[in-house]
């Protein structure tokens, strides 16, 4: 895995989709271990946000 830099909330959550794919995590499986509400991370971390993620969001996604 690279290490770069993150300047902006968007290279944060290309970081966090990049992750995601390297993991080969399903939206399902990333809201279940992250604690969320069913879709929830998947609108969060798609390229045409239906919504930004609050920081509650991001450390929830982070952590796991």
């Not at 944060?12 to 399902?28: F, G, N």
Request: no cysteine.
């Amino acid at each position: 895995m690279a290490t770069a830099m993150l300047h902006t909330a968007d290279d944060v959550i290309e970081a966090m989709r990049e992750r995601k794919s390297a993991l080969a995590l399903s939206d399902a499986a990333l809201d279940d271990l992250a604690g969320l509400t069913g879709g929830h991370g998947g609108k969060s971390l798609e390229r045409s946000r239906e919504r930004m993620p609050n920081l509650v969001t991001l450390m929830s996604l982070v952590a796991h």
